[in-house]
Each structure stands twice: as structure tokens, then as C-alpha cells.
């Protein structure tokens, strides 16, 4: 399955199952997931062959918590039957992270490079704003406009492959009010300031580079599986503040 907690744009997403055997020609592996905490719930059969298969959840709502499982059933699925009225029942061998369930939040995500301050750049045409969106960055996407709005968010997170760049000149700053998860890479240049108010961790792919006259802040505990560079020139070097524990397993670079 998927990671446990994850974030996700609104397109659908897609879960891969893969079963310790093969399975009988009766049984049916499905998805079942939520995104009203259970109030109501969705079921997908899952395709594929031998042990692997997949199923896909459908387009969801920037800001919607999705909750999914597996289960094995040798009965279909349709509404008010007894697969749906009984699951448990009904059900053969489940996985679910023993009993919390898996889960994904569903955030505003980036559709082409360009910059943070252009509709186009997010999938829902719309630019992220203030302290409640959550953020995800797929592509190549630059902070730089002299004297435009602080840019602002929830949780940031960096997917593998894509950069964000803070180029600011000293003008604007970057606020996370959440934490921010890097599997691609971040650059912030002289002169920009990355304020995190939650947590900072850099994955095992990730790669953090903090040039020298920009300014990076951590109010909270800050973990390195990556890569995390600091430059220095002859005018100085990169300005890095962590106000809580700092656990690197990774590379720290001082230049």
C-alpha cells in the first residue's frame, strides 16, 4: 500500500496492492474509503493479476482528509446490499494499518512550472493563501516578484523531481505555518527569507540548499535524511535558526 499519511493534489489517486498470494477465482480485492470520516463510504474493485493490483480513488476536494483500506470479499459490491450494510461480515482478509487506516489529504498542487504568483501554475487555477491551504509543489515552481504578497501556506510538501526556488531580493518572505516535507529540491537564494512554524524534514531524496544573505528559520524540530547545504561567499554565509532539536542522518555541507 501507499505510505501512511501522505498529501495529494485533487486529481485521482491511485493504490497499489500488492497480495502475499494469489488469490481465489471468487475473490475480490477492493478499496473502501471515506473522505466524511465514515459517515458514508465508497467502494473500488481492484484490478490486476497474480499479486499485484490496483484501484483508483476519484477526483477529491482541495482540503478533503481521504481514509482508505483493502479487503478481500468473494461478493460484489452494490449499494444497500449486504457488502455494503455488513463489510465486516462480508470480509475475508483486510489490511489496514492495523486498524488506523491509511490516509491522504488532499492539498492544492502545482500543474506546470512558473511562478508561485501565477494562476496557471496550480492545478485549480487558483494561488495558494494564507494559513489553511496545504501545498504540493510537482514541478518547477519560483517565488520572485519584488514587492508582491508574502507567499503563504499550511504544510508545503516538495515532491521528488521538482524545485522550488526563493528568489526575493530581500522583499518577500515564504511562511509555512505547517511543516514542510522535501523529496525534490529547495534553493533560497541572498536575500530570501523561509520561515517555518511547524517541523522541516528533508527526505532521503531531498536535497535543501541555502545560499549565502538568505535566511531560513525552523520554530520547530528540524530531521535530515537528504542533502542540506549551506554556501557561504565573501559577503557571508546562509543564515540557518532552528528553535528545536535538530537529527540528521544525512549530509550537512557548510561551503
Known amino acids: 500500500l501507499n505510505d501512511v499519511t501522505f498529501y495529494a493534489s485533487s486529481a485521482a489517486q491511485t493504490v497499489n496492492i500488492t497480495i502475499s498470494g494469489s488469490k481465489s477465482t471468487e475473490e475480490k480485492i477492493y478499496v473502501r474509503y471515506t473522505n466524511d470520516n465514515w459517515s ?48 465486516d461480515l462480508c470480509t475475508i482478509n483486510y489490511e489496514n494499518n492495523s486498524g488506523s487506516n491509511y490516509t491522504y489529504v488532499v492539498g492544492r498542487a502545482t500543474t506546470q512550472a512558473g511562478n508561485w504568483n501565477t494562476t496557471a501554475t496550480w492545478l485549480d487555477g487558483a494561488v495558494p493563501t494564507g494559513s489553511t491551504d496545504d501545498v504540493i509543489i510537482a514541478n518547477d515552481v519560483t517565488i520572485d516578484e519584488v514587492g508582491a504578497t508574502d507567499a503563504e501556506c499550511d504544510d508545503l510538501t516538495i515532491a521528488s523531481g521538482a524545485t522550488l526556488t526563493l528568489d526575493n531580493s530581500g522583499v518577500i518572505k515564504h511562511t509555512i ?72 542522518s544525512g549530509t550537512n555541507t557548510i561551503q
Not at 196 to 204: A, E, R, V
Open 40 to 87: 458514508t463510504d465508497n467502494f473500488i474493485v481492484a484490478t490486476g493479476s497474480g499479486t499485484s493490483y490496483s484501484a483508483e480513488i476519484p477526483t477529491q476536494s482541495i482540503g478533503a482528509t481521504v481514509v482508505y483500506y483493502v479487503f478481500t470479499t468473494t461478493l460484489a459490491y452494490s449499494g444497500g446490499g449486504d457488502l455494503d450494510n455488513y463489510t
Open 177 to 248: 505555518h505547517g511543516t514542510v516535507v522535501i523529496f525534490g529540491n529547495a534553493v533560497i537564494n541572498d536575500g530570501s527569507f523561509f520561515d517555518i512554524t511547524k517541523k522541516l524534514k528533508i527526505k532521503s531524496t531531498g536535497n535543501l540548499t541555502l545560499k549565502s544573505g538568505g535566511e531560513l528559520t525552523v520554530d520547530n524540530n528540524t530531521t535530515n535524511d537528504g542533502t542540506f547545504t549551506i554556501e557561504s561567499t565573501s559577503s557571508g554565509t546562509g543564515s540557518f535558526i532552528s528553535l528545536g532539536t535538530t537529527t540528521n
